[in-house]
């Protein structure tokens, strides 16, 4: 009877236990798990106990066997003896590895095997991060690229174009081109003077083949990149947006026209030649005040920087010294002043302005370039004289409360912002 109850309670324990014996039972719910063998990821101990020929040791035993049996493939070893043992300096092959050219290492030639050097390998990883942040940032600026997204027209909508044409009214919401504007009906406008001048172009854009390119001396580029030609108008595209006006406007090209404003300034003095300061409120720091050669122009009234159109195959680096020279200086003015004043300019802008002679086919692209007089000198010799397109030209403070013509309002806080003066 002992012997029959043994048998049941053993039948009974072999149902629902397991134990190292009956694992392969089929009532066991609890079947071992597998392991894997991949030795990084178990001890020392249990490599030794259970899985010794897979062990990190054998792997670099082997390793090296391989390198043995073919030196100077894979790396060069050099020996050297410290503290009575001999040490194999690897990092060798990073430098005398085959591919990489090395005398040393040309016991292994087998030109049909093609064995990647660590150095090739690090170039190309370098070439790839390269690309990456060149793609994502603004260290190597390119004349199709822009840095961030671009903000939206506002002075480029006004109503009252000039005293001959009014704009369509384009809501704020309808400026981009994904955005559908079925009711969306243009003023088409190029004004006489711009048709009769033999420096703009043509009245049929068709006749232009070279848009997004330089077009002999024609700069067609634009610094927001490429640019949209209608394949039915055979018109370039305003790349911010809509304007309500079409055709040219007053301006001399189809697409980009390209400007050039020099923003010139000086520390603000008072009559003992010391530098003004000035605070925001009582909480904010005091800084210096700033002043620049500010010109009112003959055709909007408003305050303005003394820029211009940069003529064809012209620097723009000459463009804002002759302007500045044609419309804020006297003629009498020494030219080595000048030349010294504008020798180190400083870029603070480079792209599409807002400006209110912009329209869907034609619109102006500017660089504002910064030219700082530190101690005064040079511009204290400067005679100001209102020359070609302006009525007065002065030394304006510089502030918050400004209300300047097109973008140069932000031109002007770019420079207050570089030298951290007062705004």
Known sequence: ENEKNTSIKNDFNSLFFCSPKNNAHLACNQLPKKTQDYFPFRSATYQQLNNYSQTASVFIKRQINIFDRHPGRFFLKKTEIMNNRSNVQEYWRYRDSQNNGSTQTSIFVNKNIHIPSYLQISKRNENEYSRHRSAHCSISRSITRVDKPLKTHYKSRTLVYDKEAKRFLVPDDKVSWNVDFPDYKPVEYTTTKIQRNPKADSSDPSTITKFNQLDNKIDRRSFTGFYYIDPITQRPRNPIGR?????????????????????????????????????????????????????????????????????????????????????????????????????????????????????????????????????????????????????????????????????????????????????
């Not at 006006?245 to 020099?262: K, Q, S, V």
């Not at 520390?267 to 005091?286: F, I, T």
């Not at 804002?320 to 870029?347: C, H, M």
């Not at 209110?356 to 005679?383: C, K, Q, Y």
């Open 243 to 423: 304007t309500g006006m079409t055709g040219r406007g007053r301006l001399y090209h189809w697409g980009p026209n390209h400007a050039g404003d020099p923003v010139v300034t000086r520390w603000k003095r008072d009559e003992n030649g010391a530098v003004v300061y000035r605070q925001l409120n009582a909480y904010s720091s005091l800084k210096p005040v700033l002043e620049f050669v500010s010109i009112k122009r003959h055709d909007t009234k408003q305050w303005a920087i003394p820029g211009g159109m940069v003529d064809p195959g012209e620097n723009v680096s000459e463009t804002v010294r002759r302007e500045f020279q044609e419309e804020a200086a006297s003629d009498g003015i020494d030219p080595n002043n000048i030349k010294k004043l504008f020798t180190n300019g400083y870029k603070l802008y480079e792209s599409y302005a807002d400006d209110p002679r912009n329209t869907d086919n034609a619109w102006m692209e500017t660089v504002a370039m910064h030219f700082h007089d530190d101690t005064g000198v040079l511009t204290d010799s400067i005679n100001l004289h209102a020359g070609d397109d302006a009525e007065q030209v002065v030394w304006c403070e510089i502030h918050r409360a400004l209300d300047l013509y097109a973008s140069h309002k932000e031109f002007v806080k770019a420079a207050v912002d570089r030298l951290d003066a007062f705004w």
